[in-house]
């Protein structure tokens, strides 16, 4: 069925309820971080447009569950094809909101395809046993009414990485995008609402009300999450007062381990790709180097010097490999860890240098071999400073990898892949990476061990974090 053509503008936004655009006499907007200045006003959801929304989510759910996989499958595709003509927009919108320059900004708006893809081929498994007394089923059913709360560095892909695979399962999901980076998100799920019927995807957003109130709810089964370690936490206490389900992406603090093997002229600028694209604000980006002893010297100098070659600058300048910190917050917090590897005295092989003018701009530095348990290496920085460690005994560098409580991403990287590959297996973490920086995909699990998280999304695996499991004994 071809889906119905549509001219959507790109310069309103607002909530959706219940299939509607909903606006509230209250509004926010976001600050373009490569300028300060604002973007456009968005509604901040009231309590009634919560309650509302819930309540409509709830109605459509008998409907939606019972819907026929084939019948969501293809609702899917249609939304696929409504997508498809607005990737050059929503591209702009995420340079525009994210301050990402515009190959990252693109990598983003073309992974919503991959994961699209991803979900597509998915099927609901179902396990039947035999024996002389009884069949047994183990089917998934959907677990109900979803809210997605979604952080600001990847807007639109971690978005629609929950809203897929629960779409597709039969549940109905109630989007609250991050009040730093609302666009994208308000404006996938109005394109939604051509495809789908009212309640089975909605958004509201606005203030930092919205999220602890669909946590809150008792009518809300379960909370995808994606954010810091410290939100998810609390979002884990409250739901836990009416055993919501909940799958927590968490903050990580990745080491990148490097043998003596490596070729350091092509090994070290992809290691500086790992810790700086998107200024460092991935959660899987690399936030620990691990050199050996070795090379030490000459693999820092090849880390700077491919470093050095990035252009700090405006997300719209094409110039620019390297944008803005996306937020004041972040932009405030990362300064704060410079200023105190300073105030510590530890080395800067790189240090940062002053960039006058508005929007977030910090130019990326590497700290040179600071204490195993310096701030700098125990905390996760999301923003471009990476420090940089020696190592000589693979025992220790392996402790040190493991030794923070953080566990979502890992790198080896060695000539010698059989043995990078073992020492990956050994690395506490959901991801890891043999001889690369954290390339992910939606068809494999992300997923955070330790304090990283709880469950995963993407894959088959994360896809069914979105049912619950029910077992049919059939008697013979
Ligand atoms: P955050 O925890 O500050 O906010 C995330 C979302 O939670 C926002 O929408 C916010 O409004 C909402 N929120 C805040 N307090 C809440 C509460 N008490 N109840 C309900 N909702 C609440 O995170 P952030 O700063 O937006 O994102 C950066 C963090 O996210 C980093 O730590 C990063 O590592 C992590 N992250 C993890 C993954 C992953 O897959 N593991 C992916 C991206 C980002």
Known sequence: MTPPTMNMNFTTFSNTINGESRLSPITTSSLNPSTESPLWPVPVATPKDVEEAIHSANAAFPSWSSTPFAERLQKLEQWKQLYEPYIEAFTTLLMQECGKP??????????????????????MPEERLEDEARVVVTRHVPVGVVAAICPWNFPLVLSVGKILPALLTGCCIIVKPSPFTPYSALKMVELAQKVFPPGVVQAIGGDEAVGP???????????AFTGSSATGKRIMAEAAKTLKRVTLELGGNDPAIIYPDVDIATTAPEVVQGCFVFS??????????????????????AMVEATSQMTVGKAD?????????????????????????????YIFALPPQSIEGKGYFLSPCIVDNPPPTSRIVMEEQFGPIVPVLKWSDEKEVIACANGTTSGLGASVWSADVARAERVGRLMQAGSVFVNSWAKTTPRAMLSGHKQSGIGGEWGSTGFLEYCNTQVVHLFK
Do not use: W
Request: with cysteine; proline share 5%.
């Open 280 to 301: 460092g604000q991935v959660c899987v980006a690399t936030k620990r180097v691990y050199v050996h002893e070795s090379i030490y010297e000459p693999f820092l100098e």
């Open 317 to 345: 300048d094409p110039s620019t490999t390297m944008g803005p910190m996306q937020n004041h917050m972040q932009y405030t917090k990362v300064q704060e860890l410079v200023a105190d590897s300073h105030a510590q005295g």
């Open 213 to 223: 109130a669909l946590v809150q709810h008792p009518d809300v089964q379960k909370i």
């Open 102 to 123: 515009r190959a990252v900004a693109a990598g983003e708006a073309h992974e919503v395809l991959a994961l699209f893809d991803h979900n597509l081929q998915l099927r």
